[in-house]
């Protein structure tokens, strides 16, 4: 039996996700799973280290190895849970904090990318939680992706071929972090995916703003609101969201200076109706993704939570099943680092990680690089 360890901290910087994967059978299975959540301090960095500011390397460099501190915490009690040694672990698929993404145009081919003009960064010292753990580390998943023309993003959905997919259906599977993936899988055995647009940071950083609190706890604040369709189709006119892909975004393009910028040209709605309108904007961004017929929607991630944006999903799509992948065997929050995982192990057996018609990248590469133990 293979074991290997998935740690996921996402862009909603809410904590450290880690599950235990066993290979043994013919599909990837969680035997364990635990949460760390993200220390405030740490999280506070690594928001400002997502633009420009002073003595950028010094605190980048720091927050890695916090970073990989916490990753080790979730890697012992990982351990502890499960009664298993170092020694029995056959690596760790540690993603890092992406804090910049700029793999060059969405949409292109890798025949214009220009590699030395694209890059994705992701805080980690995978060196450092290979000593704090005594098991090999493969990290730094999407920088060989990009270097091939690709957008070095999502990755996950060769992972959702992997265990989600069904024998002559058309099964979709969304996962809502920060942003939102997507990956399409149809009934023929072809598999795409991309990137939607925001999952739940806009509505993440509106509900800070205005609450106080990291999240619309249940989607509730978002329910008590009316949609505006001024702001909503203001924000639909997005160049992001003109792409057909491939595309992958993040906090580079949606951030709290984009969703003031689109509330400066609308007259003032109340709060509420602000976050019931950015709820409507995630669920338009992936439904639109969905060519029909869709057998099945599978969704993981924070939102499957957000009850106002599961119930906006179910509502436009009401002959469509909209499931949590709970029901399919992987908890929703249990998903991406799973999927980081899977991709560890795929590295150490010299099997490529992405899906060209995914990314766009010139041919499948093996990702990451392997930090032995």
């Known amino acids: 039996m293979s074991v290997f360890i998935g740690l996921m901290s996402g862009t909603s910087l809410d904590g450290v996700d880690g599950v235990l994967l066993s290979m043994?059978?013919?599909?990837p299975r969680v035997a364990h799973a635990c949460h760390l959540d993200m220390p405030e301090a740490l999280r506070q960095t690594l928001l400002t280290?997502?633009?420009?500011?002073?003595?950028?390397?010094?605190?980048?460099?720091?927050?890695?190895?916090?970073?990989?501190?916490?990753?080790?915490?979730?890697?012992?009690?990982?351990?502890?849970t499960a009664g298993l040694s170092a020694a029995q672990i056959s690596a760790i698929g540690a993603h890092g904090q992406t804090v910049r993404h700029q793999p060059g145009t969405p949409g292109q081919t890798a025949s214009t990318h220009r590699p030395w003009h694209a890059y994705t960064l992701q805080l980690n010292n995978p060196a450092l939680l290979a000593e704090l753990t005594g098991i090999t580390v493969v990290a730094d998943f999407r920088s060989r992706?990009?270097?091939?023309?690709?957008?070095?993003?999502p990755l996950v959905p060769a992972f959702h071929h992997a265990v989600f997919a069904e024998t002559h259906k058309n099964v979709a599977v969304v996962n809502i972090g920060g942003m939102a993936n997507v990956t399409l899988m149809s009934a023929n055995g072809h598999t795409t995916g991309f990137d939607t647009g925001p999952g739940n940071v806009?509505?993440?950083?509106?509900?800070?703003?205005?609450l106080g609190q990291r999240y619309d706890a249940h989607g509730a604040w978002?329910?008590?609101g009316q949609t505006s369709n001024e702001l909503l189709t203001a924000m639909q006119q997005d160049a992001f969201f003109q792409i057909s892909g491939p595309r992958s975004t993040g906090r580079d393009h949606f951030h709290a200076e984009w969703l003031q910028a689109k509330l400066r040209g609308h007259?003032?709605?109340?709060?509420a109706d602000v976050q019931a309108t950015l709820c409507e904007l995630s669920v338009w961004s992936i439904v639109r993704t969905l060519t029909p017929p869709i057998d099945k929607l599978v969704v993981c991630g924070g939102g499957v939570f957000n009850r106002a944006l599961m119930a906006g999903l179910s509502n436009r799509l009401p002959n469509t099943p909209v499931v949590a992948s709970d029901v399919l065997g992987i908890p929703a929050m249990e998903v991406e680092a799973a999927a980081?995982?899977?991709?560890?192990?795929?590295?150490?057996?010299?099997?490529?990680g992405n899906l060209t018609q995914v990314t766009g990248a010139a041919a499948p590469r093996i990702l990451g690089a392997i930090y032995p133990a």
């Open 24 to 27: 043994s059978g013919e599909a």
């Open 49 to 80: 280290l997502n633009s420009s500011g002073p003595d950028e390397l010094h605190k980048g460099a720091l927050a890695a190895n916090a970073l990989a501190q916490l990753y080790a915490q979730a890697v012992h009690s990982l351990l502890r």
């Open 145 to 153: 992706d990009v270097a091939a023309g690709g957008q070095g993003a």
């Open 202 to 210: 806009l509505m993440d950083l509106w509900a800070e703003q205005h």
């Open 222 to 224: 978002a329910a008590s």
């Open 267 to 271: 007259a003032p709605l109340p709060p």
């Open 340 to 352: 980081f995982a899977w991709l560890a192990s795929q590295t150490l057996r010299g099997h490529a």
